[in-house]
């Protein structure tokens, strides 16, 4: 009788062992989990923003002067390879930002686009103020106004 009690005392000290361990192990698991869908999340918003800011850069857009033709089918700030056109600058920032954000293509994101000349510290910049937890910026060294620059876009959920 008493090696009976002996045994089953060892099983539940064995059982409540083994359930600690298993919500430990759940535990661990669910944190990495999350951290993996917020890294993914955040390598495919990167992508994004480099994608965007050397489409604005490196490109004139289609058509080619579209800044006066009416309206983009493509968007590019560029008069050449990273050199922007002043024009093509103000008629984006002038731009409704639903119709900018989706010939972009950054839906679901948010976006912020912003130019800070290096020699006067003037800023030019259109979107929505940053909101989100998550966000990436990507930057470019451009010429802008014969100065050089920084563009930089900020995407966020």
Excluded at 6 to 13: G, M, P, Q, R, V
Excluded at 21 to 43: K, S, T
Excluded at 124 to 153: F, H
Aim: hydrophobic letters at 45%.
């Amino acid at each position: 009788m008493r090696k009976a009690q002996i045994a089953s005392i060892d099983l539940f000290i064995a059982v409540t062992i083994f359930l600690i361990l298993l919500g430990v192990v759940l535990h661990a698991w669910n944190i990495y989990n999350l951290r993996l869908q917020d890294n993914i999340e955040y390598e495919k918003m990167q992508l994004k923003a480099f994608h965007v800011s050397d489409l604005l850069v490196k490109s004139p857009g289609y058509p080619f002067a579209w800044e006066d033709s009416g309206p983009a089918e493509v968007i590019g700030l560029a008069s050449s390879d990273r050199v922007l056109s002043p024009e093509k600058v103000s008629a984006f920032i002038a731009m409704d930002y639903d119709e900018s954000k989706q010939m972009l293509k950054l839906s679901p994101y948010e976006y912020s686009f912003r130019i800070k000349q290096l020699s006067n510290n003037l800023t030019s910049s259109s979107g929505l103020p940053m909101a989100g937890e998550l966000s990436v910026t990507a930057e470019r060294y451009v010429t802008y106004n014969d100065e050089k620059a920084i563009v930089q876009i900020t995407i966020w959920e």
